[in-house]
C-alpha cells in the first residue's frame, strides 16, 4: 500500500516570492508521482508527473517538482508566484505496473492550500 | 481532449433519500473512479472500475454502491443518504497500461439535509 502526507495544510506567500509546498510518500514498490491543481470551484488538473528519466520535470507555468528517491519526497516548487497561483495543490502516488506501466488507482495526499496575497 | 463530465455541479437531497450521482467519459478510458473530497481529508477512493460490469471497493465504500453497464458511464449510489456524506464528489477515469493520470469532472457538491 501507498500513503502520502503534505506537510503543510495552508501556504501563504505574497506574490513574487518562491514557494515550496512539500510532498513525502511511503511504499513498498515503486511509483509513479504527480501534482494536481485545484481551483476553486473546479475539478483537479494534472500539472506535471514524474514516471521515468530526470528527476526534475517541469510544468507550462512555471512550476518544477524534484523526485527524490532517498527521501522519498517530490516537493513542488515555483521561484516567483502569481496571484493566479492560488488553489489547492494535490501530491499522489500509484505503483508502477507490469512492464512499467501504471493503471491502479492514485493515492493523494491531504492537500495545500497556496494562498497567494498581493 | 478528454472530457469528463458529471451531470450536476450542486445538489440538495434530503437523509434517507436514494441518490444517484452520474459520471460520464467521452475518450473511451477503462478505468473510472469516484473519490469524496473532505477539507483536511484530501481525496478519499470510493469505488473504482476497471471495465464494464467490473467494480472494486476503494478506501471507504460503506453506503455507497456503483453501477458500470457502459463503458463511457459510472453511477455513484447513495442507498440512503445520510448527512455524514455531504461532501464534494469527482469523478475521474484513465487508461490501462498508461502512465498519464487522471482525467477529472468538475465535481458535484452534494448536501444532505
Known amino acids: 500500500a501507498q500513503s502520502v502526507t503534505q506537510l503543510d495544510s495552508q501556504v501563504p506567500v505574497f506574490e513574487e516570492a518562491p514557494v515550496e509546498l512539500r510532498c513525502n510518500y511511503s511504499s513498498s514498490v515503486s511509483v509513479y508521482l504527480f501534482w494536481y491543481v485545484q481551483y476553486p470551484n473546479q475539478g483537479l488538473q494534472l500539472l506535471l508527473k514524474y514516471l521515468s528519466g530526470s528527476t526534475l520535470v517541469e510544468s507550462i507555468n512555471g512550476f518544477e517538482a524534484e523526485f527524490n528517491k532517498s527521501q522519498t519526497s517530490f516537493h513542488l516548487r515555483k521561484p516567483s508566484v502569481h496571484i493566479s497561483d492560488t488553489a489547492e495543490y494535490f501530491c499522489?502516488?500509484?505503483?508502477?505496473?507490469?512492464?512499467?506501466?501504471?493503471?491502479?488507482?492514485?493515492?493523494f495526499g491531504q492537500g495545500t492550500i497556496l494562498t497567494v496575497h498581493p | 481532449d478528454v472530457k469528463v463530465t458529471q451531470s450536476s455541479r450542486y445538489l440538495v437531497k434530503r437523509t434517507g433519500e436514494k441518490v444517484f450521482l452520474e459520471c460520464v467519459q467521452d475518450?473511451?478510458?477503462?478505468?473510472m473512479f469516484w473519490y469524496r473530497q473532505d477539507p483536511g481529508l484530501g481525496l478519499r477512493l470510493i469505488y473504482f472500475?476497471?471495465?464494464?460490469?467490473?467494480?472494486e471497493k476503494g478506501d471507504i465504500p460503506e453506503g455507497y454502491s456503483v453501477s458500470r453497464e457502459k463503458k463511457e458511464r459510472f453511477s455513484l449510489i447513495l442507498e440512503s443518504a445520510s448527512t455524514n456524506q455531504t461532501s464534494m464528489y469527482l469523478c475521474a477515469s484513465s487508461w490501462t497500461g498508461r502512465a498519464g493520470g487522471y482525467t477529472f469532472g468538475s465535481g458535484t457538491r452534494l448536501t444532505v439535509v
Open positions: 499522489a502516488v500509484t505503483p508502477r505496473g507490469a512492464g512499467g506501466t501504471s493503471y491502479g488507482k492514485l493515492t
Open positions: 472500475s476497471y471495465d464494464v460490469k467490473m467494480k
Open positions: 475518450m473511451d478510458h477503462e478505468n
